[in-house]
């Protein structure tokens, strides 16, 4: 039983003792997403999201660079294998700095997205022993991975100026974008997270689709290259909107469509919801199924 509300009342023994009682009640309706009641466990969220942070890097030779090494990698063997060898264009922009302006927020996305469904089954004894929102696991998992990002950001700045490339004032957009990535990822996450419980299978469904996904986002190409009558469907890719966003503010290449920006937004914000709402519907049988 998840507890919505807490309701205190004092009952009278027979030693005259008065004693507080708690009544717990499921949620209901929109109350029942429970973003009001993560304001009392924001001190609990920020102390998982650095508990990640920190055995992320435990041990580690590299440490935070291996927040740089997974799309620097990529970078590299698509400038090879599609830039010079296929010849696949770039928007007349240098294909390496084409390709890792992509990859950051794409990283950001697949990142967050695995960590997420991978959660509530990592964390066994503190979702079977203690209450607390579950929520606040994925978004913390998530959240983690934000210091990764900045520091991915911070390279392919230094990269773009060593080929010369000023960000003009759209620059300004990159917040929103980056922020889009991080709410489909957590979207699409709460529902693997929820359905990872039950079917333990998912872990190994969500690595195929995000490679998967990888090639249906115009990362490695350009989105010109996708047929102008099903550039509008091509939308439906939440991570199209936010990848043809980064470029263009960072880049400069043409603005995406406002169709395109239109139908990605539309569809994080309902696989947001949808799965907020799965998820805590589902919450009341992770203690017993984990």
Known sequence: ?????????????????????????PPTGWTGLGLEELRGYRDLLYFLVWRDIKVRYK???????????????LMVIFSLFLGRLAGVPSDGF????????ALVPWTLFASSLMAC?????????????VYFPR?????????????????????????????????????????????????AAIGVGLWFAALNVKYRDV?????????????ATPIAYPSS??????????????MAGVVEGFRWTLLGTPAPSLSMIAVSAAVTIVVLFGGLAYFRRAEREFADLI
């Open 135 to 183: 929520l606040i696991l994925p978004i913390a998992a998530a959240g983690s991975f934000v210091l990764d990002f900045l520091v991915a950001f911070a390279i392919l700045i230094v990269m773009m100026a060593s080929y010369g490339i000023v960000p003009t004032v759209n620059v300004l957009w990159v917040p929103l974008f980056s922020l889009f990535a991080l709410l």
């Open 94 to 101: 240098p294909y390496p700095v084409f390709a890792y302006s």
């Open 203 to 215: 872990r190994h469904a969500v690595p195929l689709l995000v490679q998967v996904w990888l090639f």
């Open 225 to 238: 290259l996708v047929p102008a009558a099903w550039r509008w469907t091509y939308g439906l890719n939440p």
């Open 1 to 25: 039983m998840i507890p919505s509300t807490i309701e205190p009342r004092t009952t009278h023994s027979h030693d005259a003792e008065t004693r507080p009682t708690i009544t717990l009640r």
């Open 117 to 129: 469904s991978e959660i509530l089954v990592g964390n066994t004894s503190l979702v079977s022993k």
């Open 59 to 73: 041990q580690t030779a590299l440490g935070a660079a291996w927040a740089v090494l997974q799309p620097f990698t």
